[in-house]
Nanobody, 125 residues
Framework: QVQLVESGGGLVQAGGSLRLSCAAS????????MGWFRQAPGKERDFVAA????????RYTDSVKGRFTISRDNAKNTVYLQMNSLKPEDTAVYYC??????????????????WGQGAQVTVSS
C-alpha cells in the first residue's frame, strides 16, 4: 500500500500563488507516476497535472498550462504543484494520486490506484 498526504492548501487572492505538496510513504516503489486532480462543489473530479517518477514526463490540462508546474523530488518521495496566477475558478479540493500501472502519466482519475485526503484551495476575487 501507498499512503499520500497533501499539504499547502489555503486561501489566496486572485493572482496569488500557492504550492501544494504530496508526500508518499509505504510501498512507494510501486507507483510509476503521480497526478493532481481537483473537484469543485457539484462538479466532477478533473485532471490538473501529472508526472512520471522515472523520467519526469509531465502533462497538464489546458486551463493551467503556463500557470501551474508539477515537479518531483525522488529522494523525498514528494510531488509538488506550484500554482501561480491563481483564478477564482481554480477554487477546489485538490487531490494527489498515484498510479501503479503506467509509465506515461494518465489523465483519467479512474486509472489511479492511490489517493490522498485532499487539500482545499480557495481563490478569492
Amino acid at each position: 500500500q501507498v499512503q499520500l498526504v497533501e499539504s499547502g492548501g489555503g486561501l489566496v487572492q486572485a493572482g496569488g500563488s500557492l504550492r501544494l505538496s504530496c508526500a508518499a510513504s509505504g510501498r512507494t516503489f510501486s507507483t510509476k507516476s503521480m497526478g493532481w486532480f481537483r473537484q469543485a462543489p457539484g462538479k466532477e473530479r478533473d485532471f490538473v497535472a501529472a508526472i512520471s517518477w522515472l523520467d519526469g514526463t509531465t502533462r497538464y490540462t489546458d486551463s493551467v498550462k503556463g500557470r501551474f508546474t508539477i515537479s518531483r523530488d525522488n529522494a523525498k518521495n514528494t510531488v509538488y504543484l506550484q500554482m501561480n496566477s491563481l483564478k477564482p475558478e481554480d477554487t477546489a479540493v485538490y487531490y494527489c494520486a498515484g498510479d501503479a500501472g503506467r509509465l506515461r502519466p494518465s489523465l483519467q482519475w479512474h486509472e489511479y490506484d492511490y489517493w490522498g485526503q485532499g487539500a482545499q484551495v480557495t481563490v478569492s476575487s
